[in-house]
C-alpha cells in the first residue's frame, strides 16, 4: 500500500513563505518522480513543480518560476516545496503525487503520476 502524505499549508499574507512538504512510503522501488500540483476552484489541477529520481531534473509552471523551489530528501522519501513571495493567486489546495520510474525524468501532467495525496489547503490573504 503507497501513502502520499502532504502537510505545511495554511494561511500566509501575500509576500510571505511557506515550506510543504510530502512523504510518501511504500513505494517498491528507489527510484520514483514526484511534482507538486494545485487545483484552486473552478479551475483544473495544474503541475506546480516536479523533480526526477535523482533531482537532476526539475520543471516549474511559468508564474512560480524563481520564487518556489522544489527539493527532495531520498533517504527520508520526502520532497519539499518552498513557496516564497507568495501571492494570492497562490491559494489552491495543492496536492503532491508520485510516480516509480526507472528513468530520471518527470513531468508536469496529472496523467503521469500514479499516486496523489489527500492535499494540503494553502491561503494567501492580500
Known amino acids: 500500500q503507497v501513502h502520499v502524505v502532504e502537510s505545511g499549508g495554511g494561511l500566509v499574507q501575500a509576500g510571505g513563505p511557506l515550506r510543504l512538504s510530502c512523504t510518501t512510503s511504500?513505494?517498491?522501488?528507489?527510484?520514483?518522480?514526484m511534482a507538486w500540483f494545485r487545483q484552486a476552484p473552478g479551475k483544473e489541477r495544474e503541475g506546480v513543480a516536479c523533480?526526477?529520481?535523482?533531482?537532476?531534473?526539475?520543471y516549474y509552471l511559468d508564474s512560480v518560476k524563481g520564487r518556489f523551489t522544489i527539493s527532495r530528501d531520498n533517504a527520508k522519501t520526502t520532497v519539499y516545496l518552498q513557496m516564497n513571495s507568495l501571492k494570492p493567486e497562490d491559494t489552491a489546495m495543492y496536492y503532491c503525487a508520485a510516480r516509480e520510474t526507472k528513468y530520471d525524468l518527470c513531468s508536469g501532467v496529472v496523467g503521469f503520476y500514479t499516486y496523489w495525496g489527500q492535499g494540503t489547503q494553502v491561503t494567501v490573504s492580500s
Open positions: 523533480i526526477s529520481r535523482t533531482g537532476i531534473e526539475t
Open positions: 511504500g513505494l517498491t522501488s528507489d527510484g520514483y518522480a
